[in-house]
């Protein structure tokens, strides 16, 4: 996940340096992507098979450029059997993607489901969309449309205890939700937000939001939204956490506006 610190020029420059294929991305995408003034990174589907020591995920990093439009990366992060060692590459569209899975893990396109099927038809270098008109209004709330899921089974309930213990907001879920979440077996965890914004006193603040995910024993799902944020007197990092998306939001839009 995004360091709630780093600039969307940060956060490129890590992403690129850290892709073993970065070169092979066209200079007119990397320069337009020079001008960014705003990004979002989504965890959107992952694979793990220990028995065959085989891991992957795919991630996409959208970017609201200065002129208005928008692009994305599409990155790919994997280890390899007998290797743990996590090696990243980088792509400007889901079609490249695709033939890179297909590549390295010796999968037909067809001899499997699309691990990206369910992320519509906006291309890497392409226009608008639901996550970048987010950006673009930086705390405006998102579109209805029903985020992909790939739950990991693991300490989930430990995992909403953790986050709920470090929520510093007064408004903060209660014990009821709590208690609900200590039936949770399965969470995922995706940024829905990262930026930096300038504030009223004149420094800028880092904001990031994170929908935390779970699935309960009844087979229900609940969500916690985390906001990371630098919004403070002293410049210290804090943590607020909501029951909803747009309260979430709401306290982001409300802290670039306090002194």
């Not at 850290?18 to 990174?41: I, K, P, Q």
């Not at 208005?68 to 599409?74: F, V």
């Not at 077996?185 to 800028?204: E, K, N, S, W």
């Not at 985390?226 to 982001?252: F, I, K, L, N, Q």
Request: charged share 25%; hydrophobic share 35%; glycine share 8%.
């Amino acid at each position: 996940m995004s360091d709630p610190y780093e600039t969307t020029e940060a956060h490129l420059e890590r992403l690129l340096g850290r892709a073993l294929n970065s070169f092979d991305l066209s200079d007119h995408l990397v320069e337009r992507l020079g001008t960014a003034l705003a990004h979002s990174s989504s965890l959107y589907t992952t694979h793990h098979s220990p028995s065959a020591g085989l891991w992957r995920e795919t991630h996409r990093h959208a970017y609201l450029l200065s002129d208005g439009t928008s692009a994305s990366l599409w990155e790919l992060a994997y280890r390899l059997r007998g290797d743990r060692s996590t090696r990243c590459e980088v792509y400007a569209s889901k079609a490249e993607l695709r033939l890179a899975v297909a590549r390295i893990f010796g999968e037909l396109p067809g001899d499997a489901p699309d691990p990206l099927s369910a992320f519509g038809d906006c291309e890497g270098d392409g226009g608008a969309d639901g996550d970048l008109a987010s950006l673009g209004a930086l705390y405006a709330a998102p579109g209805p449309e029903r985020r992909h899921r790939q739950y990991a089974v693991e300490q989930s309930a430990d995992h909403a205890r953790r986050v709920l213990r470090r929520a510093e907001n007064a408004d903060r879920p209660g014990e009821a939700v709590a208690e609900l979440l200590r039936s949770a077996y399965a969470h995922q965890i995706t940024q829905a937000f990262g930026a930096r914004q300038g504030l009223p006193d004149g420094r800028d603040a880092g904001f990031s939001l994170y929908e935390h995910a779970f699935v309960l024993l009844d087979g229900s799902e609940f969500s916690l939204w985390e906001v990371e944020h630098t919004a403070t007197p002293d410049g210290r990092h804090m943590c607020e956490v909501y029951e909803s998306e747009a309260a979430a939001r709401g306290a982001m839009e409300l802290r670039t506006r306090v002194r």
